[in-house]
């Protein structure tokens, strides 16, 4: 049975910085990764991705910059680096498996493995 597991979320003020981990179970990590968050009241949307061998990423433009994604394959576990904080990037955060193996994608139907969220709060 495959499994994510997220953890590092909380409440940090404007401008902090938070890291978010996700480890998986089973054979899903030889497959590209992905991090969405999704706001109170709005749908779920990508903020990075990246490839199976961590060789590629993608960014969604709010977060260039400010984010950095990596994975530890020995680990089965990716990070997410998240500084510069800033109100609107709160949200639920989720890690996700995505179906196939290649480059980063930024559709939420292309992942088929879903943590289960950690919370992501800042304050002005």
């Known amino acids: 049975q495959v499994q994510l597991v997220e953890s590092g979320g909380g409440l940090v003020q404007a401008g902090g910085s938070l890291r978010l981990s996700c480890v998986a179970s089973?054979?899903?990590?030889?497959?590209?990764m992905g991090w969405f968050r999704q706001a109170q009241g709005k749908e779920r949307e990508f903020v990075v991705g990246?490839?199976?061998?961590?060789?590629?990423?993608l960014y969604e433009d709010s977060v260039k910059g400010r984010f950095f994604i990596s994975r530890d394959n020995a680990k089965n576990s990716v990070y997410l680096q998240m500084n510069s904080l800033k109100p609107e990037d709160t949200g639920v955060y989720y890690c996700?498996?995505?179906?196939?193996?290649?480059?980063?994608?930024?559709?939420?139907?292309?992942?088929?493995?879903w943590g289960q969220g950690t919370q992501v709060t800042v304050s002005s």
């Open positions: 996700a498996a995505d179906r196939q193996i290649g480059p980063p994608r930024s559709v939420v139907a292309a992942y088929d493995y």
């Open positions: 089973g054979r899903t990590f030889s497959r590209s």
């Open positions: 990246i490839s199976a061998s961590g060789g590629s990423t």
